[in-house]
């Protein structure tokens, strides 16, 4: 299972729910897409809170788009970005985690509705 931005947030945070939940499926394996990391850093504020995160990032396999990724990710953003507002990242994002054959957690779901081939669950 991979974790959308959202989830990753709560479960730094140490959100009850997420972690509860995080527990709860300890023997799934659980990754983040590359790019969800890269967001994640662009949200620190300082050096500090920045090295704090990379090492809390360390626990996780991180998973980058391939070329099939992206090529798939391009077909649904022309697709939907105009009539469903499908965001670049979240079509690169969601087309990765078809890529690895791994359900997204989020909680934003309406944003991933027209990926092609991408599961989703609501984690908590």
């Given at each position: 299972?991979?974790?959308?931005?959202?989830?990753?947030?709560?479960?730094?945070?140490?959100?009850?729910?997420?972690?509860?939940?995080?527990?709860?499926?300890?023997?799934?394996?659980?990754?983040?897409?590359?790019?969800?990391?890269?967001?994640?850093?662009?949200?620190?504020?300082?050096?500090?809170?920045?090295?704090?995160?990379?090492?809390?990032?360390?626990?996780?396999?991180?998973?980058?788009?391939?070329?099939?990724?992206?090529?798939?990710?391009?077909?649904?953003?022309?697709?939907?970005?105009?009539?469903?507002?499908?965001?670049?990242?979240?079509?690169?994002?969601?087309?990765?985690?078809?890529?690895?054959?791994?359900?997204?957690?989020?909680?934003?779901?309406?944003h991933y509705s027209v990926v092609r081939g991408l599961t989703t669950?609501?984690?908590?």
């Amino acid at each position: 299972m991979l974790l959308d931005s959202d989830v990753m947030v709560d479960v730094l945070r140490g959100h009850a729910p997420a972690v509860a939940w995080l527990t709860t499926i300890a023997t799934t394996r659980i990754g983040l897409r590359g790019l969800v990391a890269i967001e994640l850093l662009a949200g620190c504020r300082n050096s500090t809170e920045q090295k704090t995160l990379e090492a809390r990032l360390a626990a996780f396999t991180l998973f980058w788009p391939t070329a099939a990724d992206c090529q798939r990710a391009f077909v649904d953003f022309a697709d939907y970005r105009l009539s469903h507002n499908l965001g670049i990242l979240d079509a690169l994002i969601g087309q990765t985690a078809v890529g690895v054959g791994e359900p997204l957690a989020t909680f934003n779901v309406k944003h991933y509705s027209v990926v092609r081939g991408l599961t989703t669950v609501q984690p908590y």
